[in-house]
Every structure is written in C-alpha cells, then in structure tokens.
C-alpha cells in the first residue's frame, strides 16, 4: 500500500505538534524553586555582602565548619569574646525549600557552636553563615554532606 506525500506531511506536522504540546505541559507543571524569596532585596544589598565577604577572607584564623556523627559543628575564630559573636546560620535544602533551617548563633566558651542532624535528610546542604563579632559583620558559605 503506497502513501501519499501529503498524508506523510499532514503525519510528521501532527506529530511534532503533539510533541510540542506534551513538552509545554510538562514544563509548566515543574516546580521551580527559587533560591530566596527575598531575591530582590537580597540583591540590592549586594556591596554589603561583598563587603562581609572580603571580611572573612582576611581574616587569619577562619570559621571551620564540619560534620562529625551526627552534628555540624561549627568552630568560630577567636577573635572576640564569644558571647559577643551573634549572628544567623542558614542550612539550605537546594532540593526541598520546605526543609531549610535557620539557627540562632550561641557559640559556647570554646568558640563551638554544635547542630544535631538528626532531623535533617541526608544529603546535599548548603550553610550559610551571616555572622558580627564586636560590631563588624561576617558571612561564610559552604556545603556539607549530611548522612
């Protein structure tokens, strides 16, 4: 049985038509997770964040941050009395928003601040450290692997 072209092109044309249909719906139906909801503001304060970061890159002794057991442990530099370091740790969930925490800085008296992952997913996170010692302001950023 022989087609003709016609009904060969009127095919090829339904077909990638189909396919193009079914690839706009699937992408619409993504969920697409910004990093911040505040992009915006975030990014008007960008000299201020380069300032904190151009901080923490000079400073001699730098913030450590590990994973031991189950705990992120965070040694800060003893630059300042530790209970004048304050400040926000962000732990970020690139893959679930949902799950991002954000901790209040108390380090102890060895400078150590320690967070139990018990309740975090394993997995990819990233840290973000936004942190003052005697009035000048610091930021880090990491990435950890939690098991």
């Known amino acids: 049985m022989k087609v003709s072209w016609g009904v060969g092109i009127t095919v ?18 993504q969920d697409v997770n910004l990093v911040r ?3 915006y503001e975030a990014e008007v304060k960008y000299n201020e964040t ?9 400073l001699v002794d730098k913030l450590k941050i590990s ?9 800060f530099p003893k630059i300042s009395k530790s209970e004048n370091i304050n400040g926000n740790i962000l732990l970020y969930r690139p ?13 102890d ?9 018990a309740n975090m997913l394993s997995g990819m996170w990233k840290v973000k450290v936004d942190w003052t010692a005697d009035s000048i302001s610091y930021l880090n950023d990491d990435i ?4």
């Open 109 to 117: 008296s060895n400078y150590l601040q320690t967070i139990n992952t």
């Open 12 to 29: 090829s044309i339904i077909v990638f038509m189909l396919i193009s249909v079914m690839f706009i719906y699937i992408a619409f139906n």
């Open 95 to 107: 893959s679930e928003r949902n799950k991002d925490l954000s901790i209040t800085i108390r380090p």
């Open 37 to 39: 909801d505040d992009y």
């Open 50 to 58: 380069m300032e904190k970061v151009k901080r923490t890159s000079a």
């Open 67 to 75: 994973v031991i057991e189950n705990n992120i442990q965070l040694q």
């Open 144 to 147: 950890i692997m939690v098991q």
